[in-house]
């Protein structure tokens, strides 16, 4: 009896065990695919990022020399797939199917395609999506243009600083070159071309002309692009440098009602003008209304003085200067006693027999009871 009990134990068991669903080894994906760019050439420096949807696994996968990806081992699910290239996204897929049905896990990044399926998208046509694509290619050589243009700036405005205006104006050169249409560019050419002439004109005058020239016709392609009054303020200086004193006032009218809250600077460098060009009435009064808009400019008086004293007659051996005059010089060492002007604001005032007179800085004596 025993012994049939452990038989009948046995099978049940034995039925138990192939009752049990066989344990078979997780299977897996294979992806692949090919990546292109919008020229059609293959993606060969790219990434492919499958992230599971629901468990957040990610398999990188790199791209070979034809554009190809693949890799076996991914398990089924959705996933969100992104193309990158050197870090930024390319283009990317949300919810693919990855089964274990290899024809069906092929996942092509055509960017051609792409950007005709958005431009169709849009309504675009195909005239209009080549005046898209030429529009980006122009805003792609435009920033290209640009950085060279700041580097060139850069380069010119370092060489300015250490004073070698040849190769400033070899840079500014270049940069007219690579884009004409910036009165930037042409105003820094200018100033390039007037720090060359100041240098050219301590050993040769007449090539200083012609350098500053050059230097003018840079501030006029600056100012037909732009009118700004800092351009006529230099064209206005290198006008004056080639003895053009007319064309030079104008050019500081210009830069004046441009920018009238520096009138009283532009009013003052006519009268700089007037002064090297011998016209000595004319700055007598422009240096009257320097001093009427700013009454405390010190260098006006002693430009007024000067000016004035030109107009000064002999009497026997006795120099005679208009009224006015040793009040000018006066006011200039009252403003500025140790002014840059100082001492030769004195030896003037000595030439016409005046005295410095000026209380400035100085308290008044107390009268005696």
């Not at 792609?140 to 640009?146: D, G, M, R, S, V």
């Not at 070698?164 to 940069?175: L, P």
């Not at 009040?327 to 003037?348: T, V």
Request: hydrophobic content about 40%; overall charge positive.
């Amino acid at each position: 009896m025993m012994k049939r009990s452990l038989v009948v134990v046995l099978f049940a068991m034995l039925v138990a065990a192939l009752c049990v669903p066989p344990v078979f080894a997780q299977a897996t994906g294979t992806v692949k695919g090919v990546c292109k760019d919008a020229s059609g050439q293959p993606i060969t420096d790219g990434v492919v990022t499958y992230t599971s949807t629901e468990t957040g696994r990610k398999y990188q996968l790199k791209t070979n020399k034809k554009g190809e990806f693949f890799s076996l081992g991914i398990a089924p699910g959705k996933y969100n797939v992104v193309l990158t290239r050197n870090g930024q996204e390319v283009f990317h897929f949300n919810n693919v199917p990855v089964t274990l049905d290899e024809e069906n896990n092929v996942l092509n990044f055509d960017m051609q395609k792409e950007q005709a399926n958005a431009a169709k998208g849009q309504g675009l046509t195909a005239e209009q999506m080549k005046a898209q694509e030429e529009q980006k290619a122009k805003v792609a050589k435009e920033n290209l243009n640009i950085k060279a243009l700041n580097e060139k700036l850069a380069g010119a405005r370092t060489a300015m600083q250490a004073g070698q205006f040849d190769q400033a104006v070899q840079q500014m050169t270049e940069a007219t070159q690579i884009d004409p249409n910036k009165d930037l560019i042409w105003y820094t050419l200018g100033e390039a071309y007037s720090g060359q002439g100041k240098q050219t004109a301590k050993t040769d005058r007449a090539a200083a002309k012609d350098v500053y020239q050059k230097a003018i016709d840079a501030y006029q392609k600056a100012i037909a692009i732009k009118p700004v009054a800092d351009y006529y303020n230099n064209l206005a200086q290198a006008q004056a440098a080639v003895g053009q004193p007319d064309e030079a006032i104008k050019s500081y009218q210009q830069a004046s009602q441009l920018d009238p809250t520096r009138a009283g600077m532009f009013l003052f460098n006519i009268g700089a003008v007037q002064t090297n060009a011998g016209k000595v009435d004319d700055a007598i009064e422009t240096f009257k209304k320097v001093i009427a808009a700013d009454p405390n400019r010190a260098d006006a008086y002693y430009q007024l003085g000067v000016n004035m004293l030109g107009k000064a007659t002999l009497k026997g051996d006795k120099m005679v200067a208009p009224d006015g005059t040793a009040e000018a010089f006066q006011k200039y060492l009252e403003l500025q006693p140790n002014g840059p002007y100082a001492q030769s604001a004195k030896d003037l005032l000595a030439s016409i027999g005046s005295s410095v007179e000026t209380t400035y800085g100085k308290k008044k004596a107390a009268k005696s009871k």
